[in-house]
């Protein structure tokens, strides 16, 4: 039974694991590095859909249905979805899931919610649920929409800004799973730096990715050196940098087994996406793609994601509140006995 360690960690005592993963994007995803790890690229990112809202629903629903088709599951095998996107009373979740027929968790923790999502489906199988699909999404129109400028508006991107993924990732947690087995889960704090400018969301993310970080390592006794791959969300260029100051500063120094997904998912110059990308559908889309079929093969054995938030909304950018930032932690092994 799952138990709690420390301050905020908790620890799956059972074999939990992801019983298979699918990413999916669009035209960008495909050309950037990982595009050959996506099970689905569609070159139109409106899915087929008349909005881009709409759009987003679709992918949804496409990386669940992709996911549950690797395992040989149905969607009414599922106990509980676990799901989330960035727009407003998460519509791309609700809409996707509309039709399951599954006991449906609505989440919001922003880019952070990959990693929300899939950590209480390991609390959930090893407690009270067989199965649980966990997904995350995003699209670069719909959030431009909601939270910037319209598209036409043609607005100038400052070097710190990021560039949304339209992108979408899913995970089927089981009771009994196999690799990637998942070991352990650290649900993080609300931090504020300060920040209020919603083109700097590596800043605004990067302390509570550290507040996240550093307490699992002080719950769990371990040090970044024993794991293959630390990983956060989507801090991009900014945000990676400022998060190795502050973790050097925690007594926990990044080396180079650190990499953030923002950084992994486009060709940061060559697609000009100045900082990198950012978006509920970047942290689901590279893990779901690219890291948990390297965990499940024994590429990688000991791995951390560290999805990371800027719980801001367009009211409160309106009305000039600094932004918290939220990052969820889980923590991956290609073994049964694991790091603990």
Same mark, same amino acid.
């Given at each position: ?30 050309? @950037? ?6 099970? +689905? ?44 996107? #960035? ?50 999404? =995003?699209?670069?129109? =719909? ?10 508006? @043609? ?11 339209? $992108? ?5 947690? $089981?009771?009994? *799973? ?9 649900? *993080? ?21 550290? $507040?996240? #970080? ?10 970044? =050196? ?6 956060? @969300?989507? #801090?991009?260029?900014? %945000? ?5 100051? #502050?973790?050097?500063?925690? @007594?926990? $120094? ?31 889309? +590279?893990?779901? %793609? ?15 994601? +560290? ?17 918290? *930032?939220?990052a969820h932690l889980i923590c991956y092994s290609s073994e049964k006995g694991g790091i603990f």
């Amino acid at each position: 039974m799952a138990h709690k360690i420390g301050k905020q960690t908790i620890i799956i005592d059972g074999c939990v694991g992801v019983l298979a993963s699918a990413a999916v994007g669009s035209k960008k995803e495909g050309e @950037g590095p990982l595009g050959k790890d996506f099970d +689905v690229i569609n070159e139109d990112s409106h899915f087929g859909e008349k909005t881009w809202e709409k759009a987003e629903s679709k992918m949804q629903e496409i990386a669940g249905r992709t996911a549950l088709e690797k395992c040989g599951l149905v969607m009414t095998d599922m106990d509980f979805i676990f799901a989330g996107d #960035l727009l407003n009373q998460c519509i791309a979740s609700g809409y996707g899931a509309r039709g399951a027929k599954v006991p449906f968790i609505g989440l919001y923790g922003a880019c952070s919610t990959y990693a929300e999502a899939t950590g209480l489906s390991a609390v959930f199988a090893d407690s009270a649920a067989k199965y649980c699909l966990a997904v995350a999404s =995003s699209h670069f129109c =719909s959030a431009e929409r909601q939270y910037r400028f319209p598209l036409e508006y @043609g607005g100038q991107r400052p070097p710190s800004s990021q560039w949304t993924a339209t $992108a979408a990732g899913a995970a089927v947690v $089981a009771k009994e *799973g196999n690799a990637p087995f998942i070991k352990a889960v650290c649900f *993080g704090t609300v931090e504020d730096l300060g920040i209020n400018d919603q083109n700097n969301m590596g800043a605004a993310m990067a302390p509570a990715a550290a $507040a996240t #970080l550093s307490q699992f390592f002080k719950d769990t006794y371990t040090d970044p =050196s024993d794991y293959d791959l630390v990983l956060t @969300g989507d #801090l991009g260029y900014v %945000g990676s940098k400022l998060l190795k100051d #502050l973790m050097e500063k925690e @007594g926990f $120094a990044l080396g180079g087994n650190y990499n953030d997904c923002g950084l992994m998912i486009y060709d940061r110059l060559g697609q000009q996406v100045e900082s990198g990308a950012s978006g509920c559908g970047c942290s689901a889309a +590279v893990a779901s %793609g690219h890291i948990l079929p390297r965990i499940k093969n024994g590429e990688l054995k000991n791995v951390i994601l +560290v999805s990371t938030g800027a719980l801001m909304s367009p009211t409160s950018i309106q009305q000039g509140e600094t932004i918290p *930032g939220v990052a969820h932690l889980i923590c991956y092994s290609s073994e049964k006995g694991g790091i603990f």
